[in-house]
């Protein structure tokens, strides 16, 4: 059995496409630069048997946050969004907003080839803005935030 795949090319890490409910969060997406796949752990369960320790499979898988970086907009527009969702949840005690957030990856001819769906996703962390005069070069401020969410599936 030959389950090697056709295609050969290599997944470019540029090739990423973010959607987030772009009623409420349009600058969010369009100015995400970068997102790291979390990452997905079983821890295994011990099963002692006579004086030796044995594993097997857990009972719970967890995910790691999703974390984003993205460019601030001269008037800010993104973070706000991002910081307002952010506090909503924390006035809102109990009654979260969360929404879906997908992941399409882009092949090399710039068509989605995967997407994926991080269910129920909330803001929990948006980073610190750095601004200095000293840099002569032109760099635009970024900002790292990580968002929680119930787990994620492949939906395509």
């Not at 790691?64 to 970086?69: E, I, N, Q, S, Y």
């Not at 790292?144 to 599936?153: C, P, T, V």
Request: contains cysteine; proline residues 3%.
């Amino acid at each position: 059995m030959n389950n090697l795949t056709a295609n050969k090319n290599y997944l470019a890490p540029t090739g990423f496409k973010i959607t987030i409910d772009s009623s409420k969060f349009a600058n969010l997406e369009y100015f995400c630069i970068q997102l790291s796949h979390p990452s997905v752990t079983m821890s295994g369960a011990t099963l002692p048997f006579r004086g030796n320790t044995n594993f097997i499979a857990g009972d719970r898988i967890e995910y790691g946050t999703l974390d984003m970086r993205f460019q601030v907009s001269e008037y800010m527009e993104n973070y706000i969004e991002l910081f307002s969702w952010l506090k909503r949840n924390h006035d809102n005690a109990g009654n979260f907003e969360k929404c879906d957030v997908f992941l399409s990856i882009l092949d090399s001819a710039n068509n989605a080839s995967k997407k994926i769906r991080y269910v129920d996703a909330f803001p929990v962390s948006i980073g610190a803005i750095d601004f200095h005069t000293q840099n002569t070069d032109v760099e635009y401020v970024t900002v790292d935030s990580s968002l929680q969410y119930s787990y994620f599936e492949f939906v395509t």
